[in-house]
């Protein structure tokens, strides 16, 4: 079993910045990838941004050059650093680890508005 603990994520004015941090414990495979997805009211869950263990990312087309993943492989965390934040940023967003499977954490909101 996986778990996911997510940290950060709250409200802040457009153009301002928030990082979400999440750490994975458990029975981890060596080959992972984690990332970020949002699901924001009335709408599917989307993909943010995700990275393997070895550093690969890949983000949305609506957060690239805002956005920036990253990761520690040794302790198997990830942080989403989000800048230039938009009313349309607002949603849950979602810690993910795929592993063996995917494993999802309990969500933390973030909302963009003056």
């Known amino acids: 079993q996986v778990q996911l603990v997510e940290s950060g994520g709250g409200l802040v004015q457009p153009g301002g910045s928030l990082r979400l941090s999440c750490a994975a414990s458990g029975s981890i495979f060596s080959m992972w990838t984690m990332g970020w997805y949002r699901q924001a009211p009335g709408k599917q869950r989307e993909l943010v941004a995700t990275i393997t263990r070895g550093g690969l990312t890949n983000y949305a087309d609506s957060v690239k050059g805002r956005f920036t993943i990253s990761r520690d492989s040794a302790k198997i965390t990830v942080a989403l650093q989000m800048n230039s934040l938009k009313p349309e940023d607002t949603a849950v967003y979602y810690c993910?680890?795929?592993?063996?499977?995917?494993?999802w954490g309990q969500g933390t909101q973030v909302t963009v508005s003056s």
């Open positions: 993910m680890i795929k592993t063996l499977r995917d494993y």
